[in-house]
């Protein structure tokens, strides 16, 4: 049986993932509106990960024969002023989540629950992954932010991501 601290926290892991994803569907909603549908393109994918995330984390809970209880995803109402704020943004929640995912490892730890430990050691490498493409496309999106055509072809170029599914074991 799944240690209910343990449980607790990942039925509210599950909601971070959740609300991570309409984060970024609603930063895809702002670059659409620019007009910058390659942005929007790669944020939609990174909604679509989010998402994945939640699910892994319902199936762990399921696999673990714990309940998963589904709490309110908050409405994000994403703005911003310019084009460099949405990826300061997809860092910062990396690094939120990031952050989460070592608390429930910690906790993970604390309780003696290698099973858990186990299953977060593929979500602390996703983060590590997940927070170096975060900088990097703000690094990018920073230093060509006042050039158009160089803004432009980098966007272009966010169209050639693919969701590539990868799954956690159980």
């Given at each position: 049986m799944l240690n209910k601290k343990i449980h607790d926290a990942i039925?509210?892991?599950i909601n971070k993932e959740l609300y991570s994803g309409y984060l970024y569907v609603d930063i895809a909603?702002?670059?659409?509106d620019l007009g910058f549908s390659g942005f929007a393109h790669w944020f939609m994918i990174?909604?679509?990960e989010e998402r994945?995330?939640?699910l892994y984390f319902r199936e762990y809970l399921i696999h673990?024969?714990?309940k998963v209880t589904l709490g309110v995803i908050e409405n994000p109402n994403y703005t911003a002023k310019d084009v460099v704020e949405p990826f300061?943004?997809?860092l910062e929640h990396e690094q939120f989540i990031s952050a989460s995912i070592n608390d429930i490892y910690e906790l993970a730890l604390k309780e003696k629950d290698y099973a858990t430990v186990e299953f977060l050691n593929w979500f602390v490498k996703?983060?590590?992954e997940e927070e170096a493409n975060a900088e990097y496309n703000l690094a990018e999106v920073s230093f060509i932010k006042n050039?158009?055509?160089?803004?432009?072809a980098f966007e272009k170029s966010m169209f050639g991501r693919e969701y590539e599914k990868e799954t956690p074991e159980l």
């Open positions: 039925n509210d892991q909603n702002y670059f659409e990174q909604a679509a994945d995330h939640a673990r024969g714990a300061v943004a997809a996703e983060q590590a050039n158009v055509a160089a803004l432009k």
